[in-house]
């Protein structure tokens, strides 16, 4: 199932690059998924200038209309590309930009974004490294930012008062606070990690934007006490999601809750965003937008972050593999 693996990678790649011009790829031979990878990471990186202007507003950043987030997220697929494909030439500028990014004091706030930098924005350049003392910085500054006043908990989408989107609470943020929280619980084997992954999980169940059926909805404002959910579902949501139940499983030696957990949230997502049409299956496809072609820039991305969680989730608990493989690179049919 290897080669399935990287099958996802090569998705996270391509979607992250909005590649459109078709590159043939035989997704069960080794080699070929490679040099497939190594265009997509050759025009993923044109959309980079920073190594070329190399000034303090560029460095480590894609210009409009791409936010400061996505530049996170696009070297966070560099080094998945680099840790599937042995490739090193992009190391020196996704380290470059990654420490270019840091803020003052280490923890990815960056002053400079502050208008654009909400909670998942600042937990996606924390996704890229997991430099543990960078982490757990990032980590104390979202921990801080638990709102118990509204809710009963849970995390802002935004941080800052005067950004839109303030009085919202989102699951792609709270759930980027999970996963980080249980990264740590399984880097450190601190305890503390995990307590808060398992707060974190139980409030956006209690919520309701994590239903029954592991439906992963978007989120719910403050003003109705968060009663009132936006029921869209984005594909990086559940993966980000995923990946931190995932990680949990493999911190607790095999939890049976937290496999419970893993798989209901794999399956579902298996069932929505890998069918379009009922005779369409194995498809990985944005709901919301991508069938009425309504996704704006950010949205063209988040089946990647899907894909590398997937990959990720397939490592550390692998009762899961045989699906995800299927998924990222199902089997041809048979000949009639």
């Known amino acids: ?5 990287r099958a996802c990678g090569l998705v996270l790649l391509t979607v992250a690059a909005d590649v459109t011009s078709a590159i043939k790829v035989d997704v069960h031979d080794i080699a ?11 025009g993923l990186a044109k959309f980079y200038t920073g190594n070329v202007t190399n000034t303090a507003e560029t460095i480590g950043i894609l ?18 590309y680099y840790r599937l494909t042995g490739d090193s030439s992009y190391n020196d500028i996704a380290y470059q930009a990654l420490v270019s990014q840091v803020g003052p004091n280490h923890d990815y706030m960056v002053p400079m974004y502050y208008k654009e930098e909400g909670n998942d924005d600042q937990a996606f350049w924390g996704f890229a490294t997991i430099w543990l003392q960078l982490t757990i910085n990032l980590w104390n500054t979202q921990a801080a930012r638990w709102d ?23 699951t792609v943020s709270n759930g ?7 990264r740590l619980a399984r880097y450190t084997g601190n305890a503390t990690y995990a307590e808060w992954a398992g707060k974190v999980w139980d409030w956006t169940r209690e919520s309701g934007l994590i239903d029954d059926h592991f439906n992963v909805y978007d989120g719910a ?4 006490n968060c009663y009132d959910i936006n029921r869209m579902q984005f594909s990086y949501s559940p993966g980000i999601y995923l990946y ?13 809750l937290w496999r419970e957990r893993t798989q209901g949230l794999l399956v579902r997502t298996n069932e929505w965003f890998f069918t379009p049409f009922p005779n369409a ?18 949205m063209l991305s988040f089946k990647a972050y899907l894909s590398r969680f997937m990959w990720a989730t397939s490592k550390i608990a692998p009762f899961t593999a045989a699906a995800i493989g299927a998924s990222c690179a199902p089997q041809p049919p048979a000949p009639h």
């Open 1 to 5: 199932m290897k080669v399935s693996f």
């Open 221 to 224: 404002g403050i003003e109705s």
């Open 32 to 42: 070929s998924i490679k040099a497939a990878a190594s265009k997509v990471a050759y």
């Open 244 to 256: 931190g139940a995932a990680t949990m499983y493999n911190a607790t030696s095999g939890s049976s």
């Open 63 to 80: 210009g409009r209309p791409y936010y400061w987030w996505e530049g996170g997220a696009m070297w966070g697929a560099f080094l998945d």
């Open 176 to 182: 980027a606070f999970f996963q980080l929280s249980a």
């Open 148 to 170: 118990t006043l509204h809710c009963g908990g849970g995390l802002r989408w935004q941080i800052f008062e005067y950004n839109n989107g303030y009085t919202y609470k989102n």
């Open 281 to 298: 299956t194995d498809i990985m496809w944005e709901v919301p937008c991508e069938g009425i072609q309504t996704c704006n820039y950010d």
